[in-house]
């Protein structure tokens, strides 16, 4: 009896505790320090309280604390008594724990954490909620190590989620942190877009909390933005000052603060910008106010944008003269320099290191510094970065297409549901005149006379004749809309075609990139439809220079959706001086990632599109080239003579003798010798008629034949004789599929 009292008494204690935590006031939660907070939910457990309830209160410490240490410490205690059915609960946890690694700059490690969350997730409806608040956690972590493109997916699944279940509140979190994503990466554009949602969202539930966001995002906006003049500045200082004011109204709890400081931050930056335009004091010293509102907190809490927060500071002290006082400033940033450390504040650092060196007349140092922060610029704006976007991108029309299609179907079955109608009107109103009629007919013959009669039927047949010409008229309206509506789909669909073709060719290597490691090279590309099946890839790694030319199953949209796939599996598979040397292995990690990624696993379906590809791998120094081949052909002329590269009859996509791998052959080059490589549709392509009149195709010895006659002269004549050669030849012939060769001079 007096063990279940005491437990009763121990539950009750614990709900206190929670309903004060969710209920205290800014001013307490926001004002006490982590440990005197610590302190006093550690004083509410004791040694008889169920698991349950003390991972409750482990858990409020790691979510309401801004210490990294505390909060991993706690989040774990939290996960390991919370019981394995309690799922929504540890994922929580994880989120907690996630969040001071990737705060603290082991971001990798919080990745693999949310991994192990998102399996106790898997696809149950149940837990859908948890697993959106999950992907919202892992979103940053994959921004942290440069990877955008899952970063952008993960924060978009997490959208749908929140759409789905008409979760208001965290879809102002999702949309806040994809504008954020987009800022940072300057997709000022796409970052806008987002900024709008969230705006619309907060203030149509008047979410306090969420519409200071926006005005703060608007801000960062502002900053952004190529444009950088004091009325610019002037609109993103009257954004942070809407922000402050709103937050200072609201409670705000611990874990929300960042939010807070982060405003402080910006209104630090917009000020100190102003004051190097204007050269003001005045704007000087409102930076320098902000500056110390939020110096102290940043420091406290070793969060990374205490380097931006010092940069500013810096700054100040440059503008005042003082720049012995500015390198130390920076300088007190250096045990935050860890490799781990997101690009971003690593070029703030090297900048600002580099202006207090230019300021004291270190020059050497100076250069030094300049060059190390133009380097991380280039990096975290890498061609990496693009092709993430273009991921994202190809995601988004993938997902407007599938509602175009469902909005073609409703359009189809609308229509059939008005044909059915409109036959259903002209058979009532047929049975209803036929009766009509008999009945007059009837009446006349015992009433009327015949001329009475005839007019009567005269009348109702001009009735009837009305009534059809008004229902055609209507039919005529209805159909003529339904055009107007398949005419402006067809368009948007055109559009959405377009824009993939873009995304394909920023994807492709230009002819200017190609020559860049190649110096006497051309290119001939020429998609049989707006986007291509066929592509090709250039790298230069560790003394190889590499080319891959590829030609995917089928060509337009199928296509180009399997060349994407391609590029981002050469991207991932050609990357060390092994993968150049032996690129027969490259096409078998080739092969398994095509049929792995064409292949269903819950459905056990599996696709036979794939590509033939060839990967030829110079070596300059030892007079070598490596290839491999799928499939596909390519010549050396050298001396006016023709040397065939044998590959492999291997797709690289499924087929049915999994174990057989690709051979890498080496061939002896001399300088001057000409290597070729090209897809089939080059030989395929139909053309000059033969002695009956009849088109043929160009076939692949008559193709070679003239490689032989070119390879001797300059490389821009190369490409002109070429290109003349395929326009004569197809003539006024449909182009049979896509086409590409590539000519390289050793």
């Known amino acids: 009896m007096n063990c279940c009292l005491r437990h009763i008494i121990h539950l009750v204690a614990t709900a206190i505790a929670v309903v004060f935590l969710w209920c205290c006031p800014k001013s307490v939660l926001a004002t006490s320090s982590d440990k005197e907070f610590v302190d006093s939910i550690l004083a509410l457990i004791t040694p008889q309280m169920p698991d349950s309830s003390k991972a409750k209160l482990y858990h409020e410490i790691a979510r309401n604390c801004n210490s990294f240490d505390i909060v991993e410490k706690y989040g774990w205690l939290a996960v390991n008594l919370y019981p394995e059915e309690n799922v929504i609960a540890r994922v929580n946890s994880y989120v907690c724990i996630m969040w001071a690694y990737q705060t603290s700059g082991k971001s990798r490690e919080a990745i693999n954490i949310g991994r192990k969350a998102l399996a106790l997730c898997g696809n149950n409806p149940e837990y859908s909620g948890s697993k959106a608040y999950l992907l919202n956690a892992l979103a940053p972590c994959y921004d942290d190590i440069n990877h955008l493109d899952s970063s952008l997916l993960c924060q978009t699944e997490a959208l749908d989620i929140a759409i789905e279940n008409n979760n208001y509140v965290f879809q102002c979190y999702v949309y806040h942190r994809l504008a954020i994503l987009c800022l940072d990466r300057r997709f000022i554009k796409l970052g806008n877009e987002y900024i709008d949602s969230l705006e619309s969202v907060s203030r149509k539930h008047n979410y306090s909390f969420h519409i200071a966001a926006a005005y703060y995002l608007r801000g960062r906006s502002l900053i952004h933005s190529s444009v950088e003049n004091i009325p610019h500045l002037l609109r993103a200082v009257d954004y942070i000052k809407k922000t402050l004011s709103i937050y200072d109204t609201i409670n705000l709890p611990l874990g929300m603060m960042g939010g807070y400081y982060n405003a402080l931050l910006t209104a630090n930056d917009l000020y100190m910008r102003l004051a190097s335009l204007t050269e003001s004091d005045e704007y000087a010293d409102t930076s320098y106010v902000y500056y110390k509102q939020c110096r102290d907190w940043y420091k406290d809490n070793n969060n990374p944008d205490f380097i931006s927060l010092q940069g500013q500071y810096a700054s100040y ?430």
């Open 317 to 746: 002290l440059l503008l005042k003269n003082r720049p012995k006082e500015a390198l130390k400033a920076i300088k007190m940033c250096d045990p935050l320099m860890e490799d781990s450390l997101h690009l971003l504040y690593k070029q703030t650092y090297y900048k600002t290191l580099a202006d207090c060196y230019h300021a004291l007349g270190n020059h050497r140092a100076c250069l030094e510094y300049s060059k190390k922060e133009v380097e991380c610029m280039l990096l975290v704006h890498d061609d990496a970065a693009s092709d993430d976007m273009s991921d994202f991108r190809a995601l988004t029309y993938a997902k407007q297409r599938k509602k175009l299609d469902e909005i073609e179907r409703q359009n189809i079955e609308l229509k059939n549901n008005l044909e059915n109608r409109h036959s259903q009107i002209i058979l009532f109103f047929t049975i209803a005149g036929l009766l009509l009629l008999m009945i007059v007919v009837a009446f006349l013959v015992r009433s009327f006379t015949i001329r009475r009669r005839t007019n009567g039927l005269l009348y109702v047949k001009n009735s009837l004749l009305s009534q059809q010409r008004e229902e055609i008229e209507v039919q005529r309206d209805v159909l003529a809309y339904q055009t107007a509506s398949l005419e402006k789909v067809n368009r948007r669909i055109m559009s959405s075609v377009n824009y993939a073709k873009r995304i394909q060719v920023a994807a492709i290597p230009s002819d200017n990139e190609l020559r860049a490691v190649f110096n006497q090279s051309f290119v001939y590309f020429c998609p049989k439809s707006v986007v291509s099946g066929d592509f090709y890839y250039i790298a230069q790694i560790e003394g190889y220079r590499v080319v891959v030319v590829a030609d995917c199953t089928g060509h337009g949209i199928p296509g180009g959706f399997l060349s994407m796939l391609g590029i981002f599996g050469l991207k991932e598979f050609l990357l060390t001086k092994e993968d150049a040397h032996n690129p027969g292995i490259v096409l078998d990690k080739m092969r398994d990632f095509v049929s792995r990624s064409l292949s269903s696993q819950e459905s056990h379906v599996a696709m036979s599109d794939g590509m033939d590809m060839t990967i030829c791998s110079f070596a300059p120094a030892d007079g070598i080239i490596r290839y491999a081949s799928a499939n596909q052909p390519a010549v050396i002329v050298s001396n006016g003579n023709l040397i065939k590269l044998v590959g492999d009859a291997i797709p690289v996509g499924k087929f049915h003798d999994e174990t057989e791998t690709f051979t890498t052959s080496e061939y002896k080059i001399a300088e001057g010798d000409m290597v070729y490589l090209f897809s089939d549709g080059v030989y395929d392509q139909i053309g000059g008629r033969n002695q009956n009149g009849k088109v043929k195709r160009l076939q692949r010895t008559n193709l070679e034949q003239f490689l032989i006659e070119i390879s001797s002269l300059p490389i821009d004549s190369q490409t002109d004789k070429f290109n003349q050669y395929i326009d004569e030849w197809r003539g006024d012939c449909e182009q049979t599929d896509d086409m590409l060769l590539i000519g390289i001079k050793v």
